[in-house]
């Protein structure tokens, strides 16, 4: 049970439920708690994720792994042994945003 898990009470996790089922973005409520103003929902996320724009990599297998290329709204660690072309990488991205 939500409550349960959360522990909270079970009104508190009916005031839980009711909001995310009526898709408000948080007001303050009755109870001990507030919910934040802007929240996202995680279909919300998802659908920004899904949408986002993706700098290719030039490299088919690498943009699949990395889901379409390195997005522009996050940060991508690329890592392993020298001479892998890390750098070279780099350089090609950087050279997309000057250009």
């Known amino acids: 049970m939500l409550a349960t898990e959360l522990k909270v009470s079970e009104t508190e996790a009916l005031e839980i439920l009711k909001s ?36 290719t990599t030039s490299c088919a297998d690498l943009d699949s792994i990395l889901g379409g290329g390195i997005s522009c709204k996050e940060v991508t660690e690329i890592g392993g042994v020298p001479g892998i072309g890390k750098t070279q990488l780099g350089y090609k991205l950087l050279t997309y945003f000057i250009e």
């Open 20 to 55: 995310v089922s009526d898709g408000s973005r948080l007001q303050s409520t009755s109870s001990s708690f507030t919910i934040v103003n802007g929240a996202q929902s995680a279909w919300d996320m998802l659908q920004e994720e899904e949408t986002s724009i993706h700098i």
